[in-house]
């Protein structure tokens, strides 16, 4: 698709991948049900608009084009051509949300589209910035919550990104030739890009997987205050719980190889999750 794409030609694509597929709750029962809906609207949009980036048939200059139109449909500038991103509109028009969120992610989309390697940390960390930590701070900015709790949220979404990375690894470099595993970090422990093709992890590739899961640790740490700084007994209760299960998805790449197969939480872990968040109730 060219950047000449007509108003009324639908531009999204869907992977098949839903709200049920991924590692934490998105506007489960625990979210207050008059802000369910709007929860749905911007976890769609995302997903639409990630599924531009992560497609293996489009172009580069095609996903952006693409992701450009879910912006100007977004601002109101045009109104045809993804449905999601005129839902989100009109969401945020009645939850009077701000859409920098929502273009914060397309800005990460866009990075997608054309940046396969990542040097350090701190690029890593920067792109979580535009990729994971405006839906904490949407969902937050929806219960019309105090900003402190922007921080701690932005470590929690920050934490779960790096672990979706780890969780699809391989996958992603056969898929799309893309890495988010910081090369500095490869290199650090004798391993690079090349191990990520075998059928199971090698020793550096371990030991840098460890090194990351270090910096996870430090920021599952730093979200536990999140739960505390939420007035909304609800969304408290479902802060807990994704933290909860950050921490045991962390515990599982920790002895299970992502090479030999993807880690996934089990329902064990969801139930346990509940249970230790359910304090939060009080």
Not at 35 to 61: C, E, G, K, M, P
Not at 174 to 197: F, K, Q, T, V
């Amino acid at each position: 698709m060219s950047s000449t794409m007509n108003d009324s030609e639908n531009i999204e694509i869907w992977s098949g991948k839903g709200r049920s597929d991924e590692n934490f709750p998105v506007g489960s029962f625990l979210i207050r049900p008059d802000l369910r809906q709007h929860v749905h609207a911007f976890y769609d949009f995302a997903r639409n608009a990630d599924d531009i980036a992560d497609s293996d048939t489009l172009a580069a200059q095609d996903k952006i084009a693409r992701l450009d139109r879910m912006e100007q449909i977004l601002l109101g500038h045009v109104d045809g051509g993804a449905p999601s991103a005129v839902a989100l509109r009109t969401s945020l028009a009645q939850s009077r949300v701000t859409p920098r969120h929502a273009l914060d992610l397309l800005v990460a989309f866009r990075q997608d589209a054309t940046k396969h390697r990542y040097a350090t940390w701190e690029e890593l960390h920067e792109y979580c910035r535009y990729s994971a930590m405006p839906v904490g701070r949407h969902v937050l900015d929806l219960h019309a919550e105090n900003p402190a709790s922007h921080t701690p949220s932005d470590h929690l979404c920050a934490a779960l990104q790096v672990l979706n990375h780890l969780q699809d690894c391989a996958s992603d470099l056969r898929a799309l030739d893309r890495c988010y595993l910081p090369s500095n970090m490869l290199e650090r422990h004798g391993s690079g890009i090349d191990d990520l093709r075998k059928n199971h992890e090698s020793v550096g590739l371990r030991a840098a997987f460890s090194e990351l899961l270090d910096h996870c640790d430090h920021l599952i740490a730093s979200a536990r205050q999140l739960p505390a700084l939420v007035a909304d007994r609800r969304l408290r209760v479902e802060c807990g719980v994704i933290n909860a299960l950050c921490h045991r998805l962390a515990m599982r790449l920790r002895r299970e190889d992502p090479i030999a197969g993807r880690v996934k939480l089990h329902r064990s872990d969801v139930v346990l999750a509940l249970l230790g968040a359910s304090r939060h109730f009080l």
